[in-house]
Nanobody
Framework: QVQLVESGGGLVQAGGSLRLSCAASGSTFSVNTMGWYRQALGKPRDLVARIWSSGSTNYANSVKGRFTISRDNAKNTVYLQMSSLKPEDTAVYYC???????????WGQGTQVTVSS
């Protein structure tokens, strides 16, 4: 069983920065694809960024140039550095993983990010 525990959410003013962290356990972290999704109130859950075991990344167009996903395999942790935050970035952010070689996916409990104007 994989467990994902997010931290780092909070309230920030527009233009500010936050860094989210997600600590993973229960699987071989380094080979798994990791990512961040977000869900604003009344909207579907959407991909924010993903990072593969190779280090390759992809981002939603809305966050390109502002957000950076990274991973530390020694710490079994994935990060999302968010800069130039906008009110429309307000959402619950979820850590996600897909286990290498399978279709198994796991989610964290979510962390609230609120950007005030």
């Amino acid at each position: 069983q994989v467990q994902l525990v997010e931290s780092g959410g909070g309230l920030v003013q527009a233009g500010g920065s936050l860094r989210l962290s997600c600590a993973a356990s229960g699987s071989t972290f380094s080979v798994n694809t990791m990512g961040w999704y977000r869900q604003a109130l009344g909207k579907p859950r959407d991909l924010v960024a993903r990072i593969w075991s190779s280090g390759s990344t992809n981002y939603a167009n809305s966050v390109k140039g502002r957000f950076t996903i990274s991973r530390d395999n020694a710490k079994n942790t994935v990060y999302l550095q968010m800069s130039s935050l906008k009110p429309e970035d307000t959402a619950v952010y979820y850590c996600w993983t897909r286990i290498s070689g399978t279709s198994l996916e796991y989610w964290g409990q979510g962390t609230q990010v609120t950007v005030s104007s």
